[in-house]
């Protein structure tokens, strides 16, 4: 098999999901997500790898495909990743098929301008409360995801498909976001997809060994509830009076730049030039010996939780 083209700029646009809200794995517990990891792994097999993201949470569509994209497409980077309409499929009466024209001119932009896009599109809902009741309009979404991919020849990694998201161990408390075994998952899964590997396909095809743990229903009651009033009531509070956590904010790298410092490059030069396998820095994750997890290939996810 030939070897893949080297990738030496990566650009990350979206929301709180690019920009890696709740793995707070980096430094200094900093977010970190799926798109730091992935960028670490493309920086140990390119030296002079540079990286940007300029995902920020709470962006809706029109930000993505606004500053977001206009500054993507100035740097014109080897690749792009894509996640985009999750903020907008969960506001109410929000058009669906408008939404979808409007990602698709985005991705058009991109794709026009020659650039490698990758699409992530959406998750499955349906264990989580309230938001299942979403599940329909997720899935609309997503195969309209799909379907601007396949008329513009751009890559998909489909969230749904990816058994292992269907569990809350690979999520955080607030059963919104990822947390850090969910992150490094969709890391695993891009770069497989990009022919960088980062190691086995089990790594997010079947990364442990062990079910979910089921608990009793009036635990799972009792979590609700706190999840309730912790998560739940504060971000219907900010949908109610059109803000979001993510008032003020600026991207976390709103540079393309290098991603290690020169001693670092150096070293990983010679690792290249040597064909020496460099591990990223702080890229490790142990499935099996870490909490949480997530669920065996062939299961769609434990029962929802109630």
């Known amino acids: 098999m030939s070897r893949p083209e080297p990738i030496r700029s990566y650009v990350a ?26 960028a670490e792994h493309l920086g140990t097999v390119t030296p002079d790898f540079r990286y940007a993201n300029l995902g920020v949470r709470g962006r809706r569509m029109r930000h993505i495909f606004g500053e ?18 999750g903020n907008d499929v969960l506001r109410p009466g929000s058009d669906l098929d408008r939404l979808a024209e409007h990602f698709e ?10 650039l490698r896009v990758v699409i992530l599109s959406g998750h499955d809902t349906g264990w989580i409360p309230v938001l299942r009741y979403y599940r329909g309009r997720v899935a609309v979404f997503s195969m309209h995801m ?43 899964r891009i770069a497989d997809l990009l022919g960088f590997p980062m ?41 109610a009076l059109g803000r979001s956590s993510g008032d003020g904010r600026q991207p976390k790298r709103p540079h393309l730049d290098y991603l290690y410092d020169e001693a670092t490059r150096a070293e990983i030069a010679r690792a290249v030039a040597e064909g020496r396998v460099r591990e990223a820095a702080y890229n490790g994750f142990d499935p099996v010996g870490s909490t949480p997890t997530s669920s065996p290939s062939g299961t769609k996810g434990p029962d929802p939780v109630e």
């Open 13 to 38: 646009i979206g929301d709180s999901f690019t920009e890696g809200m709740e793995d707070d794995s980096g430094p200094g517990g900093e977010y970190r997500g799926f798109a730091d990891r992935l």
């Open 68 to 85: 977001q994209l206009e500054q993507t497409l100035r740097w014109k980077p080897d690749l792009v990743t894509v996640f985009a309409g």
């Open 105 to 114: 001119w985005g991705i058009r932009q991109l794709r026009d301008a020659g």
């Open 146 to 188: 799909r379907a601007v991919a396949e008329r513009t020849g751009t890559e998909v990694v489909d969230l749904w498909a990816l058994n292992a998201l269907a569990d809350p161990r690979a999520w955080s408390e607030d059963r919104l976001h990822l947390n850090g075994a969910g992150h490094q998952i969709v890391a695993a």
């Open 199 to 239: 190691g086995p396909t089990e790594a997010w095809t079947d990364p442990w060994t062990t079910p979910p743990q089921q608990l009793p229903s009036i635990l799972r009651r009792r979590q609700t509830r706190r999840w309730a009033r912790q998560h739940l009531v504060p971000w219907l509070r900010r949908r």
